[in-house]
Nanobody
Framework: QVQLEESGGGMVQAGGSLRLSCVASGNVFDISAFGWYRQVPGKERELVARLVNGGTTQYGDFVKGRFTISNDNAKNFVYLQMDRLRPEDTAVYYC?????????WGQGTQVTVSS
């Protein structure tokens, strides 16, 4: 079992920054990858960023160098630094991971970017 909890969402003006955090608890020692997804009503959840142990990262095409995913293994935290935010980045952001074939999600944190 793995539990994920996100924080750091909120409202920001276009061009601003937010830092999302995700803390993992439970059986975290065997986890090799974490990700951030986002979803808006009526659309499918989409990949924002993924981080694999060893430092490999993957970003959605829309990120275009504006976001950075990182982690702190000692504290089981995963971060998403979001800069130069745009109104179209408004969504609920979810942290995810896989453990023994089960896909785990956090409860999500709302990010709202005003123009």
């Amino acid at each position: 079992q793995v539990q994920l909890e996100e924080s750091g969402g909120g409202m920001v003006q276009a061009g601003g920054s937010l830092r999302l955090s995700c803390v993992a608890s439970g059986n975290v020692f065997d986890i090799s990858a974490f990700g951030w997804y986002r979803q808006v009503p009526g659309k499918e959840r989409e990949l924002v960023a993924r981080l694999v142990n060893g430092g490999t990262t993957q970003y959605g095409d829309f990120v275009k160098g504006r976001f950075t995913i990182s982690n702190d293994n000692a504290k089981n935290f995963v971060y998403l630094q979001m800069d130069r935010l745009r109104p179209e980045d408004t969504a609920v952001y979810y942290c995810d991971t896989w453990y023994r074939g089960t896909h785990y999600w956090g409860q999500g944190t709302q990010v709202t970017v005003s123009s």
